[in-house]
């Protein structure tokens, strides 16, 4: 089975920054694209960012695009969540998934839930106003 395995969850008030880190196991992170999700009770989950392992391309959700960051860094097999001026509404569980050795970022389907095989258990942000 594969594990991802996410931290850096906290809570911060508005205007603070957080960063996430996700481990990923060596063989799942190879030529996959790899993204963050979040989900809040009650709401459909939704796609943050996403990014293919090379580095390139990226992708941003409208609601975070300029705000938030992804990388990675090979070596460790592990990406990255740079959350910077957090909103009350970012306040989520956020996922780390990928989709798996081999399998590219598209640019019309990243952010579709379904295309990630391999999800982590969570790591929860919340910000207060």
């Known amino acids: 089975q594969v594990q991802l395995v996410e931290s850096g969850g906290g809570s911060v008030q508005a205007g603070r920054s957080l960063v996430l880190s996700c481990v990923v196991d060596?063989?799942?992170?190879?030529?996959?694209?790899m993204a963050w999700f979040r989900h809040v009770q009650g709401k459909e989950r939704e796609a943050v960012a996403a990014?293919?392992?090379?580095?390139?391309?990226?992708y941003y959700s409208d609601s975070v695009k300029g705000r938030f960051t992804i990388s990675l860094d090979g070596a460790k097999s592990t990406i990255y969540l740079h959350m910077n001026n957090l909103k009350p509404e970012d306040s989520a569980m956020y996922y780390c998934?990928?989709?798996?050795?081999?399998?590219?970022?598209?640019?019309?389907?990243?952010?579709?839930?379904?295309?990630?095989?391999?999800w982590g258990q969570g790591t929860r942000v919340t910000v207060s106003s």
């Open positions: 998934a990928a989709r798996g050795p081999g399998e590219w970022c598209r640019p019309q389907t990243w952010h579709e839930g379904d295309m990630y095989r391999f």
């Open positions: 060596r063989d799942t992170y190879s030529n996959s694209c």
């Open positions: 990014v293919y392992f090379a580095g390139i391309p990226k």
